[in-house]
């Protein structure tokens, strides 16, 4: 039903562009939000608070950072591929990048086998962007229980010195840490898709385990451990394939933690930019802060008009 629901929300919206969306989101909240959740002329903060967390689907109440769940930043996104799709990867946003990252990662196959394990899954493993309205917060995850990988084609890691990092309780940086290179955004992806091969009896298929007692604050799980390894695996085959290639490996799990965007795409390892109007243009990046106020403004007025 959740599946549905948001796929329906998808078809809908890719007609349009992430800002009419945005706009007409915004005007919708009011009419849109109350008779669907039953508010009563008088409710309590506390209603309101649960109508917020509906509307923001789970965010922070009440200004919350903009949700996560109608990412488009391509209008590209291929309808068809999603409706046709009964299992495996779909790309529900940044489809041609997704293609892109997918055609590079596969000249290792060590992850083409990880992608294909995804694709022969009973279930569909969904590709969508972190957030798309904040692309300087976009994160890259994999939501355990949901299939669903936040990936945004832009987002990849600094990979530092290892010795710069000191235990957790020591909140960890070292200010002398050193910058060895980057990873590029694909990377970052077939990171996820191995959490989500695992999620679904990767290791097991294999006959592989986990190492125990990882050191934590290295590898921060015994899972990190194994898929640090396969990185490893991936980029000597992606310098094998490509003796260009930039891609930087992480000694450990901890030793790459920053999140940095790429100029040029999910394919590239060595285009760190610095300021996110180097990614979008001065106009576009204005009217993406516009729309993150105006949603800011919706959330007010509506605990304003339900708050007595
Ligand atoms: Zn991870």
């Known amino acids: 039903m959740k599946i549905k629901v948001k796929r329906e929300e998808n078809e ?26 039953n508010i ?13 967390a509906k509307y923001t689907k789970g965010s922070t109440f009440p200004y919350a950072k903009p949700p996560h769940n109608k990412p488009r930043i391509s209008k590209n996104t291929s309808k068809k591929q999603e409706k046709k799709k009964k299992h495996g990867l ?25 992608i294909n394990y995804l694709e022969n899954l009973k279930v569909i493993t969904k590709v969508q962007t972190s957030d798309s309205s904040r692309f300087d917060l976009s994160k890259t995850e994999q939501v355990q ?17 290892a010795k710069g990092f000191k235990d957790r309780s020591k909140k960890r940086v070292d200010r002398t840490l050193k910058t060895l290179g980057y990873q590029s955004p694909a990377l970052g992806l077939i990171h996820e898709m191995t959490h ?12 592989l385990t986990l ?8 590898h ?38 920053s999140h940095i965007l790429m100029k040029d795409g999910p394919t590239s390892a060595d285009s760190p930019i610095k300021h996110i109007l180097d990614l979008h243009s001065r106009d576009e990046h ?23």
Do not use: C, M
Request: charged share 35%; proline share 2%.
């Open 40 to 52: 009563k002329p008088v409710v309590s903060d506390k209603t309101v608070q649960a109508i917020y």
């Open 211 to 218: 190492e125990e007692n990882v050191d934590k604050d290295k």
């Open 145 to 161: 229980g949901e299939n669903l990988i936040r990936w945004y084609s832009h987002t990849g890691l600094v990979v530092s010195d």
């Open 196 to 207: 989500a091969a695992i999620e679904h009896g990767y290791l097991e298929t294999y006959g």
């Open 286 to 308: 204005l009217r993406l802060i516009k729309v993150f106020e105006e949603r800011k403004e919706a959330h007010k007025k509506l605990y304003e008009s339900n708050k007595n």
């Open 12 to 37: 809908i919206s890719q007609k349009r562009s992430i800002f009419d969306r945005e706009r007409q989101k915004n005007k919708n909240a009011l009419n849109t939000v109350q008779p669907n959740h």
């Open 90 to 114: 779909v790309a529900v946003a940044e489809p041609e990048e997704f293609k892109k990252a997918i055609t590079y990662l596969k000249q290792s196959p060590t992850a083409t086998k990880v």
């Open 220 to 257: 921060d799980s015994a899972e990190h451990k194994f898929i640090v390894a396969l990185e490893w695996q991936v980029i000597d085959e992606l310098k094998k394939a490509d003796k260009n290639n930039k891609e930087t490996k992480r000694e450990y799990y901890n030793s790459a933690s």
